[in-house]
Structures are given as C-alpha cells and as structure tokens.
C-alpha cells in the first residue's frame, strides 16, 4: 500500500459531532487525496492536496474540510456529521500530477 | 454530469474466459487511463494503465485497447480465474491546464465473478 496508513480504520459516530480521519504516508508524495466510496457511485474525490498548506476542492467537498501541515500527513474533518457521510474513506498519496494514485487500506465511518 | 461511463456493472465468468469491462469518457483533454482493482476490505491498486499515444498495451493476461477517436477503453482479462474476483475501477485525468490539477476521475465499478 505504499507506505500509506489511515486511522482509525472503523468508526462509528453520532450524527453532529466532528469527526477527523487522518492520512499519514512515508513515501514523501507531493499530492494527497481524499476518496469516498458508496455502492453505485465509485470513488469520488473529496478534497486533494498539492503540497503543505495547498489544498483544494474536489467533487463533493460539502460538508468536509481538510488540512495539510505536513508533507506526510493530511487530515479530513467532517465539520458536523450527518447520516449521508456513513461510507468507507480512501487516502490516495501521487508523486506527481496525470500518473498512478496508491491507495491506503480504507476508513470506514457509521454516523448514527 | 459523469465523466467516465463504465459498464457493465457486474460481470460473470467461467474459469478460462475473457472478460471485458468497457469504459467511455467524454472529455478529449483526458490523456492518462488507469484501470485499479480492488479486493473486499482493501484499497484499489493499480492494475495496468494506457496513455493516447498507443492503441493497446498487454501486461500479462491483462489488456488495455484504447479507441481515442470513439474516447473508449476497455479491459481484457484473459484465462480469468477466481482469484481475478475484485471490483475494477477505470478512471482518466488530464495533465495541468491553467488551474486544473491531474486529478484521476473514477467510473462506478464492476463487480467481476470468475466461477470455477
């Protein structure tokens, strides 16, 4: 998995609480990304990272926040969660733009 | 609006057969078509990937044919066998054109079944 970790790996929270899924990766990989994943839809970026403090949306960032501090972590905050946000998270780490995208184990959240 | 179309959404094979999966994008700038498998619980990984610049490319039992003036591309799994069982994801993403990033664009999946 290319030395990428995600935490925590399951979740279960209540709906309006905060909740923040982090992304530490040991390949030193410029860009980092945000994936969710739902039967029927695929993945869909959430939120990508281009370098620290660089950070833009995706295609479903409503609802979501993200920061970089950090080259080798990046962190995804779901400002208040909601029932719509239950799903399994993808971190994707990238050397460089237009190429391969390696993919972390997977966080899967149950907001309640 | 969906920019990468993939079908079918579940696919049954018997051991030895060829599977296709077919994916079709919309936008002409895309110039980078991975293909990603993934196992129940884990992560997608890269399986084989085609640039515009080739009309196919084989590694192993695995084939990319890349259609550009149809914006079409498909995957062959020849000889599939049950440890072929996964999700197969295509996706395309453009290299950097004044603010947009090359950021990879999934299709919806599918769901392959290689029966023994």
């Known amino acids: 998995d290319a030395g990428i970790t995600q935490s925590p790996r399951h979740k279960v929270t209540e709906t309006g609480t905060p909740v923040t899924l982090r992304c530490h990766q040991t390949?030193?990989?410029?860009?980092m990304y945000w994936y969710r994943q739902d039967p029927g839809h695929g993945l869909r970026l959430i939120h990508y990272?281009?370098?620290?403090?660089?950070?833009d949306k995706g295609e479903v960032s409503d609802g979501y926040s993200v920061s970089r501090s950090k080259t080798e972590d990046f962190l995804l905050t779901l400002e208040s969660a909601t029932s719509s946000q239950t799903s399994v998270y993808f971190c994707?780490?990238?050397?460089?733009?237009?190429?391969?995208?390696?993919f972390g184990q997977g966080t899967r959240l149950t907001v309640v | 609006q969906q920019q990468v179309k993939q079908s079918p959404q579940s696919l049954i094979v018997q051991k030895g057969g060829i599977s296709i999966i077919n994916c079709a994008y919309e936008?002409?700038?895309?110039?980078?078509f991975p293909w990603y498998q993934q196992f129940p619980g884990k992560g997608p990984a890269l399986l084989i990937a085609?640039?515009?610049?080739?009309s196919e490319k084989k590694e192993g039992r695995f084939t990319i044919s890349f259609n550009k003036s149809a914006k079409q591309f498909s995957l062959h799994i020849m000889d599939s066998q049950p440890g072929d069982s996964a999700t197969y994801f295509c996706?395309?993403?453009?290299?950097?054109?004044?603010?947009?990033?090359?950021?990879?664009?999934f299709g919806k999946g599918t769901k392959l079944s290689v029966k023994p």
């Open positions: 994707a780490t990238g050397p460089s733009l237009n190429t391969e995208a390696f």
């Open positions: 390949e030193n990989h410029r860009y």
């Open positions: 990272s281009y370098g620290v403090k660089d950070t």
């Open positions: 936008n002409t700038a895309f110039d980078y």
């Open positions: 085609i640039r515009p610049d080739v």
């Open positions: 996706a395309a993403s453009r290299g950097y054109y004044g603010g947009s990033q090359g950021n990879l664009i």
